[in-house]
């Protein structure tokens, strides 16, 4: 049973302090390495980690082809800015090739997980001769996958799977007793910009985990534009979270007077503190039709928009 510290309980600080000495102890003399992907968690690690090992540890941003528009470049500039040398690897062809024919979420987020820790981060650590991988996982992605809810990408000694001898490195969580809220609390005591510490979450397997069926370069494509609208629409909303989801069937729509068999594009929005239980956020009918309208006429091919109104439970906040 991993402790829980909650948010209002925590002195972030005297959490952050507690973390470098314990890394430091952990790894020695060792290199580390860590993945960032720009969020709120992994960029807390960084720093953490930073703080603790200084240039012993290797910040690398995994490029899969499957981040936000801009995302990798985004990321290192704002790193670079607080001393961070962040080295972006090309990936796309490693997950593209594990994702090919996969349809089944499990099986998805199962190819996204050993790709990036085997395939891609095992290369890494025999380049870098690190023996040691700090990522944020945070309390609530052990709570969803030990219970069966969603498998998180990052989830591995929890599920029995011994880092050491599957990849060969050790894992290290400073994150693991916090949830979203708490995170941000910390990342905001690190020094971490505003535009970071209160960024929305994004998953792990980022958008091939918005993409309901096979995820191709092209649905990518889709979804990439689908999100550009979807954030610049509600990024005043005030929500927790928002995202465009691309379903998998076709669905007839017309256009210009003739029957078009399109894509349906699912916006969902949610309020929620730290992720357990969410609500879809009451969006005005008029920027739902906004967000349509753009949908529509701006991504090829998509005939079709929905707004998700079921809560978290029984519904998830990812769809994938």
Same mark, same amino acid.
């Not at 082809?65 to 985004?74: D, H, K, V």
């Given at each position: ?6 948010? =209002? ?38 720093? /953490?980690?930073? &703080? ?23 990321? &290192? ?17 490693? @997950? ?9 979420? #499990?099986?998805?987020? #199962?190819?996204?997980?050993?790709? @990036? ?20 996982? /945070? ?24 880092? *050491? !001898?599957? @990849? ?15 995170? &941000? ?8 910009? *505003? ?29 990439? !534009? ?10 005043? =909303? ?10 998998? =069937? ?9 029957? *078009?068999?399109? !894509? ?7 309020? =929620? ?6 609500? %879809? ?18 991504? %090829? ?20």
């Amino acid at each position: 049973m991993i402790e829980e510290i909650k948010a =209002s309980e925590l002195n972030p600080e005297e959490y952050i302090s507690k973390q470098v000495e314990s890394i430091g102890s952990t790894v020695g003399e060792g290199i580390g390495i860590n993945a960032l992907s720009g969020g709120v968690d992994s960029s807390a690690v960084t720093l /953490i980690g930073h &703080r603790a090992m200084g240039d012993k540890l290797k910040t690398i941003f995994i490029d899969h082809g499957m981040m936000r528009e801009g995302e990798p470049e985004y990321v &290192r500039d704002v790193f670079k800015n607080l001393g961070v040398d962040v080295q972006i690897i090309d990936a796309k062809a490693e @997950f593209y090739g594990a994702l090919k024919g996969l349809t089944d979420p #499990e099986e998805k987020r #199962e190819a996204i997980t050993r790709t @990036f820790y085997k395939d891609v981060f095992g290369k890494l650590v025999r380049d870098t001769g690190a023996k040691h991988l700090m990522q944020g996982t /945070i309390l609530t992605d052990v709570d969803e996958t030990v219970a069966g809810i969603k498998r998180q990408h990052n989830i591995l000694a929890q599920v029995g799977i011994d880092t *050491e !001898q599957e @990849f060969g490195y050790n894992v290290v969580e400073p994150l693991i007793h916090l949830r979203k809220d708490g995170v &941000r609390k910390l990342a905001a005591a690190l020094g971490l910009p *505003e535009e970071i510490y209160n960024r929305m979450p994004f998953l792990g397997p980022a958008l091939a985990g918005r993409i309901i069926g096979e995820v191709t370069p092209e649905k990518v494509a889709t979804i990439k !534009q689908a999100t550009v609208i979807v954030e610049e629409e509600l990024a005043d =909303s005030g929500a927790f979270q928002y995202m465009a989801i691309l379903h998998d =069937s076709r669905v007839p729509g017309m256009r210009d007077g003739k029957r *078009e068999y399109g !894509q349906q594009i699912e916006v969902r929005c949610w309020d =929620s503190v730290d992720a357990r239980v969410a609500t %879809p956020t009451r969006i005005p009918h008029e920027k739902l039709e906004r967000i349509a309208e753009r949908l529509v006429n701006e991504v %090829p091919e998509v005939v079709s928009v929905t707004y998700n109104i079921t809560p978290k439970p029984p519904s998830t906040m990812e769809a994938v």
